[in-house]
T-cell receptor
């Protein structure tokens, strides 16, 4: 079955700098790749997603890139702010099937 | 806005007890999922259901069972709770696999 690896497990950046989180997946048939943000004590919430027919997607300060050949995708956050501090999860699925999640990255924004 | 409601935010149970975790969604979603969240391990799928009275094992089903008698309700059952089942349990629902909506989670402690 699908396996998703996420790195790094923790990431600390200065406010205003950029943050990058990377994920690799094993099943070349996977075609949907969402990213979830979980703030302390709250539920995970979808922040951005990408489908396999697209190489990059942006939404204000966040972007996701997908390399199907290498089977990896990344989350990029620019101009980081304190409210970006959270745990971020990547995930992958084939069509309408269940999501397989990465291990999570704890992002800390230092003022 | 889709709501996924988990009946308990915190639970403390004794080893050997039968434990029921309830999840209800209000948007007529076909798909419902139970995940377990542990630090460093991400979200691991326990069971899922694509329709009423349908259930499928996820990646870590041992020690758990589920029930889906009505479309809106998906129950997770710990047949005989053990200390290694102490964890955060997250329920999610979706119309397709795209865009899960998570519940707030149940933090279960087994003593």
């Amino acid at each position: 079955g699908e396996n998703v690896e996420q790195h790094p497990s923790t990431l600390s950046v200065q406010e205003g700098d950029s943050a990058v989180i990377k994920c690799t997946y094993s099943d070349s048939a996977s075609n949907y790749f969402p990213w979830y943000k979980q703030e302390l004590g709250k539920r995970p919430q979808l922040i951005i997603d990408i489908r396999s027919n697209v190489g990059e997607k942006k939404d204000q300060r966040i972007a996701v890139t997908l390399n199907k050949t290498a089977k990896h995708f990344s989350l990029h956050i620019t101009e980081t702010q304190p409210e970006d501090s959270a745990v971020y999860f990547c995930a992958a699925s084939k069509g309408a099937q269940k999501l397989v999640f990465g291990q999570g990255t704890r992002l800390t924004i230092n003022p | 806005d889709v709501k996924v409601t988990q009946s308990s935010r915190y639970l403390v149970k004794r080893t050997g007890e039968k434990v029921f975790l309830e999840c209800v969604q209000d948007m007529d979603h076909e798909n419902m999922f139970w995940y377990r969240q542990d630090p460093g391990l991400g979200l691991r799928l326990i069971y899922f259901s694509y329709d009423v009275k349908m259930k499928e094992k996820g990646d870590i089903p041992e020690g758990y069972s589920v029930s889906r008698e009505k479309k809106e309700r998906f129950s997770l059952i710990l047949e005989s709770a053990s200390t290694n089942q102490t964890s955060m349990y997250l329920c999610a629902s979706s119309l397709m696999s795209y865009g899960y909506t998570f519940g707030s989670g149940t933090r279960l402690t087994v003593v």
